[in-house]
């Protein structure tokens, strides 16, 4: 005995892909809509606004061996941060939410990461500095922002 919901299913399945099949490709398009719909509140850009290495030196005493780099997101808020002598150091600023809640990635793309989650004030310290290409990665509550890669 088969069941009824499921023969009548079947009828209108074969109904419809008789007289009004759906177009090719459409299940792989409507995955895509689905997967993608709100993807901007789950992943979002740092966009490299400022980087030391494309300007000259600042006249200043002292070594000045640091590479600075900011980063804004289109939230409003930014990341700044400061490489030197295999310590990246930053803040992140103009953040409203629970600084400590926040984790901050630097990652390379053969796999190497060292992540920290800021101070209460949005300060953090990572031990290790990545050679060749590298990108921040921004976790709070769900949402992620990540930086293009950039070139040590």
């Known amino acids: 005995m088969t069941d009824p919901d499921a023969a009548l299913l079947d009828e209108l399945r074969d109904m419809w892909a008789a007289h009004d099949p759906p177009p090719v490709g459409l299940a792989a398009t409507m995955v895509a809509a689905v997967a993608t719909a709100d993807l901007d509140h789950e992943w979002e850009m ?26 804004t997101a289109a939230e409003g808020w930014s990341l700044d941060a400061e ?6 150091r930053g803040q992140l600023l103009d953040f409203d939410g629970d600084m ?5 990635t630097l990652e390379t793309p053969a796999g190497a990461t060292w992540t920290t989650r800021l101070d209460e004030v949005g300060f953090f310290a990572i031990r290790g500095q990545p050679t060749g290409l590298f990108r921040f990665t921004v976790r709070h509550a769900g949402t992620v922002a990540s930086s293009r890669w950039v070139e040590a």
């Open 100 to 104: 400590g809640s926040v984790e901050v």
């Open 46 to 71: 740092l966009v490299l606004v400022r980087d030391s290495v494309d300007q000259p030196a600042a006249p200043v005493r002292g070594l000045a061996s640091a590479r600075m780099l900011l980063f």
């Open 83 to 88: 490489l030197d002598d295999g310590q990246v």
